[in-house]
């Protein structure tokens, strides 16, 4: 039996906007990319849970519809657009790529600074799309990934902080040495089935209430 293709089960968004220049040229232009892109994911099995306007009401709808990546598809002016999908995935970050005919340097650097994990101008072809996504994808957990370690490495950091903290207060009230107090805060969590920077954190609640 052959693995489940993780595509089958991706649910994406397309978020589609942005001001259409005036000109035969430019409509079939975006015609044919969001033809391009559509045809691309319907052949590589996504899921195209909807495709919504970057209105007021794009947070409320992306939070009902939990996907599980987003695709804008913009023709020019991006950045309105993805003023939007920040406010949209404020709480809850996704992947987000963008195709766009936008080639302006500020913009890509606004798309960078929103979160965006591919940032595509013109030349869209449907074959193309899966390894896009699939790039995004990958860029994405990296970053996530990255972002967890940093935020993991910051708590620890804090938590000595506290430990040390608590450790100078009973250093100073029991006329402990140093691997003492370590001690005693780590009896101290044991008896009471708690972490250690939890109960260092109650001796310094303590210390700041007796002065």
Known sequence: MKPADPSRSL???????????AGDAELAAQACRSAALRVGLL???????????????LPERIAQLQPDLIIVDSESDARD??????????EARRPIVLFTEDD????????????????????????????????????????????????DTRQKLAERKVIDRAKGVL?????????????????????????LA?????ILDVEDLLG
């Open 198 to 202: 939890e109960i260092a954190q109650r």
């Open 171 to 195: 250093m100073k009230r029991h006329g402990l040495l140093e691997d003492e107090a370590y001690g005693r805060l780590r009896s101290l969590a044991m008896n009471k089935n708690m972490r």
């Open 104 to 151: 302006s340097a500020d913009t890509m650097e606004a798309a960078v600074a929103a979160g965006v994990s591919a940032y595509i101008v013109a030349g869209l072809r449907a074959e193309r799309v899966r390894p896009v996504l699939d790039v995004a994808l990958a860029r994405f957990r990296r970053e996530q990934k990255l972002l967890g370690e940093l935020a």
């Open 81 to 90: 657009v993805l003023e939007h999908i920040v406010i949209a995935t404020r």
């Open 11 to 21: 649910r994406i968004v397309v978020v589609t906007g942005g001001e259409v220049p």
């Open 43 to 57: 052949e590589s099995g996504y899921d195209i849970v909807a495709s919504l306007p970057p209105d007021i009401f």
